[in-house]
């Protein structure tokens, strides 16, 4: 399997797959440990770089795992709302993160100006030929700036935590809610069951095409070939020839057909579950949505067999169509 970047595929697997369970675990324990060092003052003089070090490199693989889920978004097409979670989480991450470093760089110069303080030397300048001591109190600005910078750091630690368990639900039911759907606890603890997988789900005479799994027969009949043939059944009921004008009679949510390769799909129950969100599924009802799907997913195995579970029937002209149907 070819990869097409440095965030697509790492040893055939996703890298979103595997940056991904690092950031979701990661990226919380360290704004943890970041807020703890802010409010205990006694950590601070030993912690503040490290864990500034740590929030940084954090920040670094969140933006790893975005770069990484758009790449795979090439490949299996957009989740939907994850995708928005995702980009709020990156951005609020940075802020997050460009707060950590400005904390870090005050609580350094308050550091410093209470070493200077405190120092048996003072410390003088010279304006007009008078020379001034600087140095004996330090400056509270500092120290000031350093928690009230603290207390937003904290703030911003909580709105990433609630994005990183929004941003892994969405991306989890994205992935698994489909595949937990077709499957009971029995049939998964005894290896067998009613649950069908992907590749079985595709109807023995449908033909191949942009929307069939790779893993499918290899032979593609004609389309020809299954108009006024015997219907074979499929997930959604047998397959019959449909008419044009029967597929524009289904243009609405409640009822939402589309022809993609001369095969027709019965999408009305895709349509609240699209990982894209409803409004693509309803802009294809009662059409020919042949070339949206291919310029979009191609030969994209999840697309594929998602689609081939719908399929219900063959397109034929008017003149096909069986008298005795009509």
């Not at 022809?259 to 020919?288: E, F, M, Q």
Request: some cysteine.
């Amino acid at each position: 399997m070819q990869s097409s970047g440095p965030f697509d595929l790492i040893g055939g697997l996703p890298v979103h797959a595997l940056t991904l369970h690092a950031t979701v675990i990661l990226l919380p324990l360290a704004l943890i440990g970041l807020v703890i060092v802010i409010f205990t003052k006694r950590l601070q003089s030993r912690l503040r770089t490290p864990i500034t070090i740590v929030v940084m490199l954090m920040g670094l693989l969140t933006l790893v795992t975005k770069e990484s889920g758009e790449a795979l978004e090439h490949r299996i097409g957009a989740p939907g709302v994850h995708v928005e979670y995702a980009d709020i989480l990156t951005l609020v991450t940075g802020l997050t993160v460009l707060a950590t470093m400005l904390w870090w760089l005050l609580g350094f110069l308050a550091a410093r100006k209470a070493r200077q303080a405190t120092s048996p030397a003072p410390t003088y300048a010279e304006e007009n030929g008078e020379k001034e001591n600087l140095g004996t109190t330090p400056s509270p600005i500092f120290s000031i700036a350093s928690q009230v910078l603290g207390l937003l750091i904290a703030v911003l630690s909580v709105a990433v935590l609630i994005l990183v368990v929004m941003v892994g639900h969405t991306g989890a039911t994205a992935t698994w809610q489909d595949q937990i759907a077709k499957t009971t606890p029995t049939s998964g603890m005894q290896g067998e069951g009613t649950a069908t997988s992907p590749t079985t789900t595709q109807p023995t005479g449908a033909p191949t095409g942009p929307f069939v799994s790779s893993t499918s027969s290899p032979t593609r009949s004609a389309p020809s070939s299954t108009r006024g043939s015997t219907p074979s059944s499929s997930p959604t009921g047998k397959r019959r020839p449909i008419t044009v004008a029967q597929v524009k009679q289904h243009a609405t949510s409640s009822s939402c057909w589309a022809v993609v390769n001369n095969n027709v799909y019965d999408l009305t129950a895709w349509i609240s579950r699209h990982p894209g969100g409803p409004a693509r599924i309803k802009s294809l009802c009662g059409t020919d949505a042949t070339a949206k799907f291919s310029s979009k997913h191609g030969q994209e195995r999840g697309p594929n067999q998602a689609l081939a579970k719908y399929l219900i029937g063959a397109l034929v002209t008017e003149h096909q169509f069986p008298p005795r149907v009509r």
